[in-house]
């Protein structure tokens, strides 16, 4: 049976437009113009997954959210609006929703979107937005004298309310230590919150994190909670801590140490009640002794330290991760792969991944993708993993040549594969269908398959 949904927009161009699009992908589609009706339909009959509106006039996507999720918990529920912010983003994902996606936004990222969450259905029989606590603590192998270390110490310090700073290279999964941290404590079902310093600007990431006051700056229209306020009760996650700017670490400190914070415009303190975990990939001792980080504040963050090894110190733990992620992929992609071949793994022991588990998970994606028999091998895999990338080169070719070659045999396999479906290529490459017809047309690949309707 086709899959059912319920889009509810007082928009009348997006419902039809987006009406339209599910409908050509195959689902059953209704639609309601505003909440009241919306409630309506959702009461009457049941829905795999609901797309709502925030900002509607009579009954906000909110309302909607709260209702279905208190009569139909295992529906689905997407939230959409033109006015997006990252409070209506946090509480949306509070309330239940899977998804939040600020208009406009391209119908192939949507129509992508839904497809990756039934299918996500299916192999779990979880909705969940975030990683389930089973999905973290099977992804965190713990084979390597290394990484029982890492546990060792997290049992230890994961039930109690310290500060615990998270170090290690890019891609080593300090996010997933940060999640186990989280599910192993006392707040577990309260809020996880991740923020990436790096990615707010330093003039905006004292709002940010303290929220603000009306008027407290040109542009400041209505009161905003911040990152501190939202994850009262739960878990802050700092990813990428020394972005944070040095003029604002004294402020992070007191905000620590006092479990209070000033909003910017604000005339009093409030108090919060948070654990905060902290991660960075570099030597954060270092930038202490550089002056480039507050000292009392890197021992506050800093109660316990845990270090996450790097893939090439853990080489025990690289068989275990790849039959987790065949197993993975098996259900992501609809294959039906028994393994990572022996030769694979043994040249996956020599490699020096210097992406990490992150790398790996994705050279496995990859090599399923391509795979035409039960075992991922040799032939699936990229180049640069069969030994030293100078020896295979030949004299003249460079970066570009050689990226410009994987990238087209890459693109023409997936082609294959899926008979000349660009849409399905494009889906399979996670790219939009646009992106790959550039890349088409710079690669010059030629393709039989007829034009989407």
């Known amino acids: 049976m086709a899959r059912k949904i319920l889009v509810i927009d007082d928009d009348a161009m997006m419902l039809t437009i987006l009406s339209k699009a599910l409908d050509k992908e195959g689902y059953d589609v209704y639609v309601a113009k505003n909440g009241t009706e919306g409630l309506a339909l959702a009461r009457a009959s049941r829905f795999d997954l609901v797309i709502c509106d925030i900002n509607m006039p009579d009954v906000s996507g909110f309302d909607v959210l709260r209702e279905i999720k208190r009569t139909s918990p295992s529906t689905m529920v997407i939230n959409i609006t033109a006015f997006g912010s990252i409070k209506d983003a946090v509480k949306a994902v509070h309330m239940g929703a899977v998804e939040y996606v600020v208009k406009p936004f391209p119908l192939e990222e949507m129509t992508g979107l839904v497809g990756r969450l039934f299918n996500q259905g299916e192999e779990s029989g979880d909705s969940s937005r975030h990683a389930t606590g089973d999905d973290v603590v099977n992804s965190l192998v713990c084979n390597s004298e290394g990484m029982k270390k890492v546990f060792s110490i997290l049992e230890k310090c994961a039930p109690s309310e310290s500060n615990i700073l998270i170090t290690g290279e890019n891609g080593t999964g300090k996010d997933l230590v940060a999640r186990y941290i989280h599910l192993k404590s006392p707040r577990r079902d309260k809020?996880?919150?991740?923020?990436?310093?790096?990615a707010i600007p330093s003039e905006m990431f004292e709002g940010e994190m303290f929220g603000h006051e009306k008027g407290a700056f040109t542009g400041a229209s209505r009161n905003r909670e911040g990152m501190?306020?939202?994850?009262?009760?739960?878990?802050?996650?700092?990813?990428?801590?020394?972005s944070m700017p040095p003029e604002l670490q004294g402020k992070m400190l007191r905000a620590l140490e006092s479990?209070?914070?000033?909003?910017?415009?604000?005339?009093?303190?409030?108090?919060?009640?948070?654990?905060?975990?902290?991660?960075?990939?570099?030597?954060?001792?270092?930038?202490?002794?550089?002056?480039?980080?507050?000292?009392?504040?890197?021992?506050?963050?800093?109660?316990?330290?845990?270090?996450?090894?790097?893939?090439?110190?853990?080489?025990?733990?690289?068989?275990?991760?790849?039959?987790?992620?065949?197993?993975?992929?098996?259900?992501?992609l609809g294959k039906t792969i028994r393994e990572v071949g022996p030769a694979v793994v043994a040249r996956f022991k020599k490699y020096g991944w210097p992406g990490n588990v992150r790398e790996l998970k994705n050279v496995i994606e990859r090599g399923m993708i391509l795979c035409d028999s039960d075992a991922v091998g040799l032939r699936d895999i990229p180049m640069e993993l069969f030994g030293d990338v100078g020896d295979a080169l030949t004299p003249g070719t460079?970066?570009?040549?050689?990226?410009?070659?994987?990238?087209?045999?890459?693109?023409?396999?997936?082609?294959?594969?899926?008979?000349?479906?660009?849409?399905?290529?494009?889906?399979?490459?996670?790219i939009g269908l646009s992106s790959l017809y550039r890349k088409m047309e710079e690669l010059g690949i030629k393709s039989n398959s007829p034009p989407e309707n």
């Open 191 to 198: 809020i996880f919150l991740p923020v990436n310093c790096a």
């Open 228 to 242: 501190f306020s939202l994850a009262n009760g739960g878990t802050l996650f700092l990813d990428e801590v020394t």
């Open 259 to 332: 479990r209070e914070i000033m909003k910017v415009g604000g005339s009093g303190f409030e108090p919060v009640d948070i654990r905060v975990l902290a991660a960075t990939n570099v030597n954060l001792a270092e930038h202490v002794a550089n002056n480039r980080f507050r000292k009392d504040l890197y021992y506050r963050l800093k109660v316990f330290e845990v270090n996450v090894p790097p893939l090439r110190e853990r080489v025990e733990d690289i068989e275990p991760l790849c039959s987790y992620y065949v197993s993975f992929y098996n259900k992501r």
């Open 398 to 430: 460079t970066l570009k040549d050689e990226m410009h070659n994987y990238e087209k045999t890459f693109i023409t396999k997936v082609l294959q594969k899926v008979g000349n479906d660009r849409k399905k290529a494009a889906e399979l490459m996670g």
